[in-house]
C-alpha cells in the first residue's frame, strides 16, 4: 500500500445504490462523516444531471426551511446532502409522495448519524426511506481491487481457498494499513499530519456532532467515555469497566454509549447463536469504527505496533481483529441478500476456556459462514476450537469457517475449515489466477 492516497476511489456501494433506486422511494446514506458520502452523493448526481441540495451550507439551508415545499419540486432524484441539518424537508417529501405516489428513485438523502438517530418526521416516512451505511473506504477500494471473499465462499469455499498463490503481505504493511484505516482524508496524511487529522475528528464529532444532535451538557464526559471504550476494542463491551469513576448516573452513560454508536464511532458486534448453547455470552463485542481511529485512540503508532513488545502484540491483536471485522462488514454491505452479523462466545466458567468466533455472517437461508482473526503467521488447531464447536452445532448450515493469519499459505486445515491470509480479503480469485499465470 503506498504511504498517501490521493486519488478518489470507485466506490462498491454506488452499485448497490444505483440498483436501489429503481425499486425504492427514497434512500438515505447513513454512515461516519468525512467518509465520503457527500462525493458519492454528487457523482450519482452529476450522472442524472441533477443538482445537489447542499444544507451544510448556512444559506442554502435558510433557504430550504424558508420553503421545504419549493425545495423538494424540481427534477428527481433529488439530492440532499446532509438532511438531518433541515429535517422539516422530510415532511416536504412525504406530501409529494402523497401527491405523486411512492415513485422509485425520487430522492437520495445523505445523513452523518446511524439510522436509528434519524429525525422523528422520518417516522412518516417508514415504508418509503431505505437505509444504505456507508462506512470507510475498504482496502479493494484504496487498490484498486473488487473484493469477492464472501461470494466466493459462499459459491465455492474449496476454491476460493485453493485459488490463491502464496501471500507476499509481511507483518509491517499489515500494521501500516491498520494504522491508516479507511478514511479518505486519514490516508491522505502521514504521521504527525494524521494523528492531527484523527484527533480534530473526534473533537469535532464530540464537540459539533453530538451537541447538535442529543443537546448534552458533558462533552468532555463524553470525550472521556469514548476513550475507554476505544480501549475495550475487540473485546466483550463492559459497561462496569468503561463506567467506573464517571460522574454521571448509569442511564446518561447508556445513553452516551448509543450516542457514540449513532455517530458511527463506536460498533457493537451482538452476540449470536444464544440459543445453540445455554452458557453462550449474551453480552456485544466492541469496535470502533476504523481501525486507524481505535490506532489512534490507543496511541498505538505504526513504529510501536512493528515492535515484539508484549503490550504491543497484544495491541496489534486486537486492532487486526478490528481491521478484519471491519473490511468484513464493507463486504456485507455491498450485497444484495440481507444477512445477520454477531460474534459467538461461550461461557464455559471461571476455572474452563471459553471459546469464541469473532465474526459470524448468517444469510436468510440459515446458512452461515464464520470468521477469526489471529496475528500470528501460524494457527495451531487448538485456535480453533471456537470453529469446530460452531461447525458441529450448525451441522451443514456451516458453510466455512475461516482463521486469517499474518502467515503466507492459504489452506483448508480440516472439514470446512479454513486458514487464510488477512490479505485474501482484498485479493480476489481473478487477481489470483492473473498472478498466478504471470
Avoid at 464530540?206 to 468532555?220: C, G, H, N, T, Y
Avoid at 508484549?310 to 444477512?339: C, H, I, Y
Wanted: proline residues 4%; charged residues 25%.
Amino acid at each position: 500500500m503506498t504511504a498517501q492516497f490521493n486519488t478518489i476511489a470507485a466506490r462498491r456501494i454506488m452499485d448497490v445504490l444505483d440498483a436501489r433506486t429503481l425499486d425504492e422511494p427514497i434512500i438515505a446514506l447513513h454512515g461516519p462523516r468525512s467518509v465520503g458520502k457527500s462525493t458519492l452523493l454528487r457523482m450519482f448526481a452529476d450522472a442524472r444531471s441533477v443538482d445537489v441540495i447542499d444544507l451544510d451550507d448556512p444559506s442554502v439551508r435558510d433557504a430550504v426551511v424558508a420553503n421545504s415545499a419549493q425545495a423538494v419540486s424540481g427534477p428527481t432524484p433529488i439530492c440532499l446532502d446532509e438532511y438531518q441539518k433541515a429535517p422539516d424537508i422530510l415532511d416536504a417529501l412525504k406530501a409529494r409522495l402523497n401527491r405523486e405516489g411512492a415513485l422509485a428513485g425520487t430522492a437520495v438523502l445523505t445523513g452523518s448519524t446511524r439510522q436509528d438517530a434519524i429525525p422523528l418526521s422520518a417516522q412518516a416516512l417508514t415504508g418509503r426511506l431505505h437505509t444504505l451505511t456507508v462506512l470507510p473506504l475498504s482496502q479493494g477500494e484504496i487498490g484498486g481491487s473488487r473484493e469477492d471473499l464472501l461470494v466466493e465462499l459462499m459459491r465455492d469455499p474449496d476454491r476460493a481457498v485453493s485459488a490463491h498463490p502464496r501471500s507476499t503481505t509481511d507483518r509491517v504493511d499489515y500494521v501500516n494499513r491498520v494504522c491508516a484505516g479507511g478514511f479518505p482524508l486519514a490516508l491522505r496524511r502521514t504521521g504527525a499530519a494524521r494523528a492531527r487529522w484523527f484527533d480534530d475528528y473526534v473533537r469535532l464529532s464530540i464537540q459539533r456532532d453530538a451537541v447538535e444532535l442529543a443537546r448534552i451538557r458533558q462533552r468532555d464526559l463524553l470525550g472521556v467515555l469514548f476513550e475507554r471504550l476505544a480501549g475495550q476494542g475487540a473485546q466483550m463491551f463492559s459497561a462496569t469497566a468503561a463506567f467506573a469513576g464517571l460522574e454521571a448516573d448509569r442511564k446518561t452513560l447508556d445513553g452516551y454509549v448509543r450516542l457514540l454508536q449513532d455517530l458511527f464511532l463506536i460498533q457493537l458486534l451482538p452476540a449470536w447463536g444464544k440459543t445453540l448453547r445455554s452458557k453462550a455470552s449474551k453480552l456485544p463485542k466492541l469496535h470502533v469504527i476504523d481501525s486507524g481511529l481505535a490506532a489512534r485512540m490507543l496511541r498505538c503508532s505504526e513504529a510501536k505496533l512493528a515492535t515484539l513488545d508484549p503490550t504491543a502484540l497484544t495491541e496489534f491483536g486486537n486492532l487486526l481483529e478490528t481491521f478484519v471485522v471491519g473490511e468484513l462488514r464493507k463486504q456485507v454491505s455491498w450485497l444484495d441478500e440481507p444477512v445477520t452479523l454477531g460474534h459467538w462466545r461461550t461461557n464455559a466458567g471461571p476455572k474452563a476456556r471459553d471459546d469464541e468466533v469473532d465474526l459470524v455472517v448468517e444469510y436468510d437461508d440459515g446458512k452461515v459462514l464464520a470468521f477469526e482473526v489471529k496475528a500470528s503467521q501460524r494457527v495451531a488447531g487448538s485456535e480453533l476450537a471456537g470453529l469446530r464447536k460452531l461447525r458441529d452445532a450448525l451441522g451443514q448450515r456451516f458453510v466455512a469457517g475461516v482463521a486469517f493469519s499474518t502467515g503466507e499459505r492459504s489452506f483448508t486445515f480440516e472439514d470446512r475449515i479454513h486458514i487464510l491470509p488477512v490479505d485474501r480479503l482484498w485479493r480476489s480469485i481473478g487477481q489470483a489466477v492473473r498472478e498466478s499465470q504471470g
